[in-house]
């Protein structure tokens, strides 16, 4: 997968939203899903390899990280691949916005790539689906950082 493959499937997105019906179907939650991945971690793959890859995660799935064995970590009842920026409100965003380019809408996806934490984390955040991603985080109380190597960075 490479960035013209992905600009395809933004420009498919852009169609869909364009379209008389603009239905939010499992064409474009997959096209969603394969972008945004794209933007996390380079390429497409399956949420266990994401989180295998993904550098950027919460304090708190950083340390259960260091304290479960790697299967166990990646299992979805410990850590979620999380959007910062719900994956609805930008489906939203493109709907609402009629000139919209596929340059920008690659940008929203790369500028919030999925975070990766714990599952109770991934509870506190279900309540603020309401807020920006920043202020979402802050009020579900939790710190992102980034993987330098092995040592955890807040950002």
Same mark, same amino acid.
């Given at each position: !997968?490479?960035?013209?493959?992905?600009?395809?499937?933004?420009?498919?997105?852009?169609?869909?939203?364009?379209?008389?019906?603009?239905?939010? +179907?499992?064409?474009?939650?997959?096209? !969603?899903? *394969?972008?945004?991945?794209?933007?996390?971690? +380079?390429?497409?793959? =399956?949420?266990?390899?994401?989180?295998?890859?993904?550098?950027? !995660?919460? $304090?708190?799935?950083?340390?259960?990280?260091?304290?479960?064995? =790697?299967?166990?970590?990646?299992?979805? *009842?410990?850590?979620?691949?999380?959007?910062?920026?719900?994956?609805?409100?930008?489906?939203?965003?493109?709907?609402?916005? &009629?000139?919209?380019?596929?340059?920008?809408?690659?940008?929203?996806?790369? $500028?919030?790539? !999925?975070? *990766?934490?714990?599952?109770?984390?991934? &509870?506190?955040?279900?309540?603020?689906?309401? *807020?920006?991603?920043?202020?979402?985080?802050?009020?579900?109380?939790?710190?992102?950082?980034?993987?330098k190597g092995k040592i955890w960075e807040p950002l």
């Open positions: !997968m490479n960035e013209q493959a992905i600009l395809r499937r933004i420009d498919f997105l852009i169609s869909e939203a364009r379209s008389e019906s603009r239905v939010k +179907d499992q064409a474009v939650i997959y096209i !969603m899903r *394969t972008i945004s991945n794209y933007c996390t971690i +380079d390429q497409d793959a =399956p949420s266990s390899v994401i989180k295998k890859q993904n550098k950027r !995660m919460s $304090k708190g799935a950083y340390k259960s990280r260091k304290q479960l064995p =790697p299967k166990e970590w990646v299992k979805g *009842t410990n850590t979620i691949n999380e959007h910062q920026d719900p994956l609805k409100y930008i489906w939203k965003w493109i709907l609402d916005n &009629k000139n919209v380019s596929r340059e920008e809408v690659l940008a929203r996806f790369r $500028k919030w790539p !999925m975070v *990766t934490v714990t599952s109770e984390e991934n &509870k506190r955040l279900r309540k603020c689906l309401e *807020t920006r991603p920043r202020e979402r985080y802050r009020e579900a109380k939790i710190i992102v950082g980034q993987l």
